[in-house]
């Protein structure tokens, strides 16, 4: 799942270590979300949509397969 997660946070001047500690998750987590590794659960995403001030679906795109 692609997603704009960097791209959010540094517009924020927020470090992985500061947006990780917002939603309770750790730093690695935060940088496999960023890296495409990991896909968050539904809450984490909101969570990460409410502190960095975006909706879920601007935040995250779903990868069409054909």
């Not at 979300?33 to 995250?60: D, H, N, Q």
């Amino acid at each position: 799942m692609k997603n704009n997660i960097k791209e959010e946070r540094t517009k924020k001047e927020l470090t992985q270590v500061q947006l990780a500690e917002m939603v309770n998750v750790s730093r690695q987590t935060i940088i496999s979300i960023e890296t495409g590794r990991y896909t968050p659960s539904v809450t984490l995403a909101i969570k990460l949509a409410t502190v960095l001030g975006k909706k879920v679906e601007m935040l995250f795109e779903i990868e069409k397969t054909d």
